[in-house]
């Protein structure tokens, strides 16, 4: 059976948390990201369900994004939409599941009229930031924080 994307499913929603808990065993300091993603899942949900894409092999979720529109971006005044997570599982993430979940949402967000797609990654990203970059992303700002 082929890859298919698809939107989110009620029984997929415990796979997605097991996905995410899968990806922050990689990323220990990450402390509240699983009570976040569980909250930008509840909230596409209620808001823009169509927005929630999954990876689906076999009947399988492997991977899943959530993107959403936002309307008018601060610095260009374009419409524009963002990708809130995206989360591949482990045994497949160098197989273009990430790449195939980005040109879903970009389509999703072009017939929505959105004219620029966003993405904030976290500094520890690493390699994970490298399927944005391989689809055409490019560095337009940084945001810098400190500890008080």
């Known amino acids: 059976m082929p890859l298919v994307v698809r939107r989110v499913k009620v029984a997929d929603l415990p796979v997605l948390e097991t996905l995410e808990l899968e990806t922050l065993k990689r990323f220990p300091g990450r402390k509240r990201w699983l009570e976040t993603f569980r909250q930008l899942v509840e909230r596409s949900l209620s808001e823009e369900p169509e927005g929630l894409l999954v990876a689906d092999y076999d009947g399988r979720a492997i991977g899943a994004v959530v993107v959403r529109t936002r309307g008018p971006h601060p610095q260009t005044g374009e419409a524009h939409g963002r990708i809130e997570a995206l989360t591949v599982a482990p045994g ?18 072009k017939a929505r009229g959105c004219r620029q797609l966003v993405v904030s990654l976290p500094a520890d990203a690493g390699a994970d930031g490298d399927v944005f970059k391989a689809t055409g992303f490019k560095v337009s700002a940084w945001e810098l924080e400190k500890s008080l």
């Open 92 to 109: 497949w993430r160098t197989q273009g599941i990430g790449e195939r979940l980005l040109k879903e949402s970009e389509a999703y967000l």
